[in-house]
């Protein structure tokens, strides 16, 4: 079954490389082209509509598009390593923000595609969720699963211009440990600067060493959750 999917967004840098690699592993599919996208609400919001102005992204050419990408996990049910597929989202910093659906036609065939994987009621962040207290906190608020920092943004963004959206992600932190806090990396354009994040990380070692081998370890399931969907 080829998946009508005729565009891929990932977070820029490791995860943009995994999925890449992941590409070139299929057999016989030409894979859709894959769109490197800022990190954080806010840059993606002005990325996307850029993307607008310019044609790039168009209802007529690109009417269903795909969200991969790395998530933290918000409950002890989802380790690091897990696959899941999102229902929908809901935006963190509002209480009351209602649920944002992924299309349920293409969530389905994606569904059916890799079998197996679990659905979840995702939250974005317009920042870096970091400690594991309030990861169980914003679970308990919004009812949610996992966390990101996109998934809200490219919902509202795409959905309103007649495109389906679908998502799928890989954990790679849980909400047992706190990670390093890294917020002060993050630009305004939506970039991990090399110095503050070496900085952070050395802050916190023990942290940064559990970040980087769930990072490595969700990447590596990434790239092959990638080969499988376009093989």
């Given at each position: 079954?080829?998946?009508?999917?005729?565009?891929?967004?990932?977070?820029?840098?490791?995860?943009?490389?995994a999925?890449?690699?992941?590409?070139?592993?299929?057999?016989?599919?030409?894979?859709?082209?894959?769109?490197?996208?800022?990190?954080?609400p806010?840059?993606?919001?002005?990325?996307?509509?850029q993307?607008?102005?310019?044609?790039?992204?168009?209802?007529?050419?690109?009417?269903?598009?795909?969200?991969?990408?790395?998530?933290?996990?918000?409950?002890?049910?989802?380790?690091?390593?897990?696959?899941?597929?999102?229902?929908?989202?809901?935006?963190g910093?509002?209480?009351?923000?209602?649920?944002?659906?992924?299309?349920?036609?293409?969530?389905?065939?994606?569904?059916?595609?890799?079998?197996?994987?679990?659905?979840?009621?995702?939250?974005?962040?317009?920042?870096?969720?970091?400690?594991?207290?309030?990861?169980?906190?914003?679970?308990?608020?919004?009812?949610?699963?996992?966390?990101?920092?996109?998934?809200?943004?490219?919902?509202?963004?795409?959905?309103?211009?007649?495109?389906?959206?679908?998502?799928?992600?890989?954990?790679?932190?849980?909400?047992?440990?706190?990670?390093?806090?890294l917020?002060?990396?993050?630009?305004?354009?939506?970039?991990?600067?090399?110095?503050?994040?070496?900085?952070?990380?050395?802050?916190?070692?023990?942290?940064?060493?559990?970040?980087?081998?769930?990072?490595?370890?969700?990447?590596?399931?990434?790239?092959?959750?990638?080969?499988?969907?376009?093989?």
């Open positions: 079954m080829t998946l009508p999917i005729q565009m891929i967004f990932v977070p820029q840098g490791s995860e943009h490389k999925v890449c690699r992941g590409l070139l592993n299929r057999t016989t599919i030409t894979p859709p082209p894959v769109l490197s996208i800022p990190v954080g806010g840059p993606l919001i002005r990325h996307l509509a993307l607008q102005k310019n044609r790039t992204i168009t209802c007529d050419r690109h009417p269903q598009i795909l969200l991969v990408g790395l998530c933290g996990s918000l409950i002890p049910q989802h380790a690091v390593g897990d696959v899941v597929l999102y229902q929908g989202c809901v935006y910093t509002n209480r009351s923000s209602k649920l944002l659906p992924c299309d349920p036609v293409l969530t389905n065939l994606i569904d059916c595609h890799l079998q197996g994987i679990c659905q979840v009621k995702a939250l974005t962040s317009d920042r870096i969720v970091w400690s594991a207290t309030e990861k169980r906190q914003l679970a308990q608020e919004h009812k949610a699963e996992v966390v990101d920092m996109e998934g809200y943004a490219a919902l509202e963004v795409l959905s309103q211009a007649g495109i389906a959206v679908a998502m799928l992600r890989v954990v790679s932190d849980n909400c047992h440990h706190d990670l390093p806090d917020n002060r990396a993050l630009s305004p354009e939506g970039t991990l600067q090399p110095l503050p994040l070496a900085i952070g990380l050395l802050r916190q070692p023990i942290a940064a060493t559990r970040l980087v081998r769930g990072s490595l370890k969700s990447l590596q399931i990434l790239r092959d959750v990638t080969t499988r969907l376009f093989r």
